[in-house]
């Protein structure tokens, strides 16, 4: 079962944009991951936080947890045509849980 | 520094054929993943290797095994293949059980 879930499905916005999507999980977590896919990629990894933190940024990332809410959201500010992609949240379970769970993913289109 | 690097890149497979899919890393991670990807599905984990040694189940391990070969090599077999086990199969690695991981390019198998 999929244990972060994306949303929205797909978004489509206008180059210079800021785009949100938002993740939500089922149990508690040691960390949770934000990772891109471009088409017919590998995904890659772009920013981890922790249990213990509320917010990290890295670049144009803004990435914020919140855990009482098993909830957490990205923000890519003043987007580019090159952000467009599949945007995938992971989940690493506490507890001695190491499987890592992924959702279904976030589909985003930016328009140049 | 390849990364983690995957073979082969496409394979059409008749039903009840077995193959192997081969993964490795240079990075000396611990931990390796088998991931498939299906479309709508996100990705689910077939199985995983905490460590050098050792080998455990994801959420989809019927219809696979795995080897972990030593500490670079990671591979999937699949003894009897089935139309239902066509899609895209990823592998990864991670520095330890909880770290971020980092992807191969996937594997496209096509199963008739």
């Known amino acids: 079962s999929q244990q972060g879930e994306e949303d929205p499905q797909a978004l489509s916005i206008q180059e210079g944009e800021n785009a949100t999507m938002n993740c939500s999980y089922k149990t508690s977590i040691n960390n949770l991951q934000w990772y891109r896919q471009n088409s017919g990629r590998g995904l890659v990894h772009l920013i981890l936080?922790?249990?213990?933190?509320r917010e990290k940024h890295s670049g144009r990332l803004r990435v914020t947890l919140d855990t009482s809410k098993k909830s957490s959201s990205l923000l890519i500010t003043a987007s580019r045509a090159a952000d467009t992609a599949s945007y995938f949240c992971a989940t690493r379970g506490s507890g001695g849980s190491y499987i890592p769970t992924f959702g279904r993913g976030t589909s985003l289109i930016v328009h140049p | 520094n390849a990364g983690v690097t995957q073979t082969p890149k496409f394979q059409v497979l008749k039903t009840g054929q077995s193959m192997t899919l081969q993964c490795a890393q240079d990075?000396?991670?611990?931990?390796m993943y088998w991931y498939r990807q299906d479309p709508g599905m996100g990705l689910r984990l077939i199985y995983y290797s905490a460590s050098e040694g050792t080998t455990d189940k994801g959420e989809v391990p019927n219809g696979y095994n795995v080897s972990r070969l030593n500490k670079r090599e990671f591979s999937l077999r699949l003894e009897s293949a089935a139309p239902s086990q066509t899609s895209v199969y990823f592998c990864?690695?991670?520095?330890?059980?909880?770290?971020?991981?980092?992807f191969g390019p996937g594997t496209r198998l096509t199963v008739t």
């Open positions: 936080i922790r249990s213990n933190e």
């Open positions: 990075m000396n991670h611990n931990s």
């Open positions: 990864a690695s991670s520095g330890d059980s909880l770290g971020e991981q980092y």
